[in-house]
Nanobody
């Protein structure tokens, strides 16, 4: 079973930057939309940013101008560049992808295990 594997989380000071990466652990047939969501303690999981296979992007208002989502279709990898980080950005960040494991299987929605981002001085 293919999983989405995230990397790049950690502890950073306010105003700092981090870059998250996410890719499937094995080969897949195709990937459509990819994105990042986050969940802070005691809160629901919220959308951060999404990107289509053609490169169209969508951002939460709270991160516009600070975060940039991108993808490398050759590597099946999605990135989230986070700049000007604030304490309120502290959360577990989850990768999401709509993909097909093979041409025989219908598309499905997959999640990563999450990576912690902590913004604190």
């Amino acid at each position: 079973q293919v999983q989405l594997v995230e990397s790049g989380g950690g502890l950073v000071q306010p105003g700092g930057s981090l870059r998250l990466s996410c890719a499937p652990s094995g080969s897949v047939y195709s990937i459509n939309d990819m994105g990042w969501f986050r969940q802070a303690p005691g809160k629901e999981r919220d959308l951060v940013a999404t990107i289509t296979s053609g490169g169209s992007t969508n951002y939460a208002d709270s991160v516009k101008g600070r975060f940039t989502i991108s993808r490398d279709n050759d590597k099946n990898t999605v990135y989230l560049q986070m700049n000007s980080l604030k304490p309120e950005d502290t959360a577990v960040y989850y990768c999401n992808a709509k993909l097909r494991m093979s041409y025989r299987r219908a598309p499905g929605e997959y999640w990563g295990q999450g990576t912690q981002v902590t913004v604190s001085s």
